[in-house]
């Protein structure tokens, strides 16, 4: 079983849906959540960043985490073509400004449709 | 924030030769991460580069096969060695951050 689950989509949606992407994991050890989303042929770029349970909100985009059910989801509203991108759970065990190792999903394709 | 310039940006390769990836940070940073991206699967972390000491590598990877530098605080290499189609992958560099990762654009590499 792989420490950490995403469903690789692809997932499309028409502009203007609200997008759930979710990941599980089996690691209760783990205190911090992110979400990345990576464009064809770049590096994975830093969209939340999250500690323990909760809920944080940017712009579009909010991050929930629920460890009690060792879940973490990203909601984006309004979705855009632009969004169109693999988004990428990641989480650390300890802060990652001690270096701490990241464990990813396997990224979910989004494709938004005009 | 940080920058990160990695280069090349992609490479096709003969197999049984090395590939040497360049990473270069618009700052100092005392640790770097090499990451590896196989199609279909997760970003799988190599080794993390300690300047002024030998790199630390993770379980399945090894000095032999991914040799690390980290000449100074802004620049690391990784190399690939003696290269076999199943290298064929991106491969990223990262520094960490109070809150998340920076990620250079990736190497593409493929061996044929």
């Known amino acids: 079983q792989k420490e950490v689950e995403q469903d690789p989509g692809p997932l499309s949606v028409p502009e203007g849906a609200i997008v759930s992407l979710n990941c599980t994991y089996s690691?209760?050890?783990?205190?911090?959540f992110m979400w990345y989303r990576q464009y064809s042929r770049k590096g994975p770029e830093l969209l939340m960043y999250?500690?323990?349970?909760g809920n944080k909100e940017d712009g579009r985009f909010t991050a929930q985490v629920d460890k009690s059910s060792k879940y973490i989801s990203l909601f984006i509203r309004d979705s855009q073509p632009s969004d169109s991108a693999t988004y990428l759970c990641?989480?650390?065990?300890?802060?990652?400004?001690?270096?701490?190792?990241?464990?990813f999903g396997t990224g979910t394709r989004l494709q938004v449709t005009l | 924030s940080a920058v990160i310039s990695q280069k090349p940006s992609r490479d096709i390769c003969q197999r049984g030769t090395s590939l040497t990836i360049q990473c270069q940070v618009d700052?100092?940073?005392?640790?770097m991460f090499w990451y590896r991206q196989q199609p279909g699967q997760s970003l799988t972390l190599i080794a993390t580069?300690?300047?002024?000491?030998?790199?630390?590598?993770e379980s399945g990877f090894v000095i032999d096969k991914f040799p690390i530098s980290r000449p100074n605080l802004t620049f690391s290499t990784l190399t690939v060695s003696n290269m076999s189609p199943e290298d064929s992958s991106i491969y990223l560099c990262?520094?960490?951050?109070?809150?998340?990762?920076?990620f250079g654009q990736g190497t593409r590499l493929t061996v044929v």
């Open positions: 990262s520094v960490p951050i109070q809150s998340g990762a920076f």
């Open positions: 690691n209760s050890a783990f205190q911090y």
């Open positions: 999250t500690y323990s349970s």
């Open positions: 990641a989480m650390s065990l300890l802060n990652t400004g001690t270096a701490s190792k990241l464990t």
């Open positions: 700052s100092q940073v005392t640790m």
């Open positions: 580069a300690n300047q002024g000491s030998e790199a630390t590598y």
